[in-house]
């Protein structure tokens, strides 16, 4: 196989899904490979590779490689069409041997005798951090970059929710899985996960255009109510398509609560030490932005603390399952069939144990939420400058939508959580734990916005707002 490991880190450090880019590598090293294809020349390579960094840490990932007779090697992606033999390995459930073990490919949903890519091999023309490739318009494989030991939940998940029939995932049809000895120990990779590949909208987009035509002319105008009244009627279509993301979101975790045999994915009570552990967390994020010269008063500190407080005491929590981990108007796709839940690989930041740790499944819907938050701000920020008389003046709108859209995809939700018991049966006990949900995710994005857009800090910190009027408001009432 490949000669040149310091050819191949050149081009690596180039390519988005490369996560070292602000470090020193200092050198690559292959892990385990296959050659998967010496038909035609350059032969196609499979491989494993680590990169060890100058600062003493390393990154493993995944590559496809095109190797030229001369042992040149180049990113097989720059040679698309080589890539249509994956499809055709996957429908076989072709094994490709290593050195240390082998690459597996398998097609739980693919027809050996029509294999996909036959026709076509596209890349994926979105920017992402890992690295997608669609086989004749129909079946796409999410080749995962930067592969860890142990399950990686995007496969995991749309493998247990496909053959669990749950019908808002696109349907998990192949794998790539590495087996092998490395490092002195037996592991197992997941390295791809291939689903049918549906046209849709995406969500993100969808809504943020709801948004705009609210806010765009001719405006809407009147008090509160009125307003309220206004966005309801206009936004009829966009507010009922959320509370099918709701029902869809709800339908996610009904199926994964009701898994009882597999230990990974069953549902485990939730304790007060995973509350305590939970609320520790949230506090430490809270802490270290004051420590950056976040002022306690423009993150309410005092009443975001009181609302951990209320959660780690909380008697009854519900279940804690497998979720989706990331869940946001980004994730999910407007289809003929309905709303497709997309990428379940959680946090790409954090390690895959932690992406596959059970949690509340009100953090998902927390996501949600705070997703919704980012489409009223969006809109906004697309038509006027912060603090203009013009914003100042859509702002009420914006906010009408938020909390209309808020209102519908929870209603939706809660109506079809009952389908299974994994929520706690008080409708107060699951605002207290939605609240620090979303305090969770709004100090997350206080800190990302400091760093990277200073002006939407404005956005979750006006979030945190909305968490402690409302808390303010029920203890009064
Ligand atoms: N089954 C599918 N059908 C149609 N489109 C899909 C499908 N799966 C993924 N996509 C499209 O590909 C995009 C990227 O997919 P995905 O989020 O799984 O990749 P990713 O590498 O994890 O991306 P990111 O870096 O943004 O997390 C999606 O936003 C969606 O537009
Ligand atoms: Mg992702």
Known sequence: MTQGSGEILGWLRGRRWFAGKDRRPRSLKILD??????????????????????????????????????????????????????????????????????????????????????????????????SSVIFDDQVILKLFRRPDFGPNPDLQLNRYLTAAGFEHVPAQVGEIVYEGVLGGGEVTMDLGLAQSYLKGDDGWAKMLSEVRSLLEPPGLSGDDAQLRAAVEERGRKGLEELEELGDVTASMHVTLSREELDPEIAPETIRAADLNAWANDVGASLRELQARGISPDELHSGELEARLEIFRRLQVAGSKTRVHGDLHLGQVLYTPRGWMLLDFEGEPLRALEARRAKQSPLRDVAGMLRSFSYAASAGLFHLAAPDTSEWLGLQPVADAWESLARQRYLGAYLRKSHEARYLPDDRETIGSMLSVFEIEKALYEVSYEEGHRPEWVRVPLRGLDRIVREARSHASS
């Open 33 to 130: 490979s296959s050659t998967i294809d010496a038909t035609t020349a350059p032969a196609l390579d499979i491989a494993l590779a680590q990169v060890d960094f100058a600062d003493g840490g390393h990154d493993r990932y995944l590559l496809l490689l095109t190797v030229d007779e001369g042992g040149s090697s180049s990113d097989a992606f720059d040679s698309i069409e080589r890539l249509g033999v994956l499809g055709d390995l996957m429908a076989h459930g072709g094994t490709a041997p290593g050195s240390f073990g082998a690459f597996h490919f398998g097609g739980p949903g693919l027809d050996p005798s029509s294999p996909p890519g036959a026709r076509s091999v596209t890349p994926l023309d979105a920017e992402q951090s890992n």
